[in-house]
Nanobody, 122 residues
Framework: VQLQASGGGLVQAGDSLRLSCAASGRTFSTYAMGWFRQAPGKEREFVATISRSGDYWSYGSSVKGRVTISRDNVKNTGYLQMNSLKLEDTAVYYC????????????????WGQGTQVTVSS
């Protein structure tokens, strides 16, 4: 499966942004999906994950309450809605998928998109 992340950009603190992750090559609904991010000089961290059917999700502590993960298996696309963006949300955001169950562990994801840059300014 190939993943294409998009929707990043330069926004101001407090703004909202929606990232998309378009999947191709295999039935998207067979994969759980996750979003991760990597800020400059930091390790990549877990942001959110959603199950194959979309009925289970989990969020990282740094974004909980401000982001919503969702998916549209008909459109083969996953989303990450981010609200009340903070300076510390600046990072490259990656989507990833894995067969079977959703996971917070990046090492358990088999396929990754190329990343989309999100920059939050004051």
């Amino acid at each position: 499966v190939q993943l294409q992340a998009s929707g990043g950009g330069l926004v101001q603190a407090g703004d909202s942004l929606r990232l998309s992750c378009a999947a191709s090559g295999r039935t998207f609904s067979t994969y759980a999906m996750g979003w991760f991010r990597q800020a400059p000089g930091k390790e990549r961290e877990f942001v959110a994950t959603i199950s194959r059917s979309g009925d289970y999700w989990s969020y990282g502590s740094s974004v909980k309450g401000r982001v919503t993960i969702s998916r549209d298996n008909v459109k083969n696309t996953g989303y990450l809605q981010m609200n009340s963006l903070k300076l510390e949300d600046t990072a490259v955001y990656y989507c990833a998928v894995r067969l079977r169950l959703s996971s917070t562990r990046q090492t358990e994801y088999e396929f990754w998109g190329q990343g989309t840059q999100v920059t939050v300014s004051s």
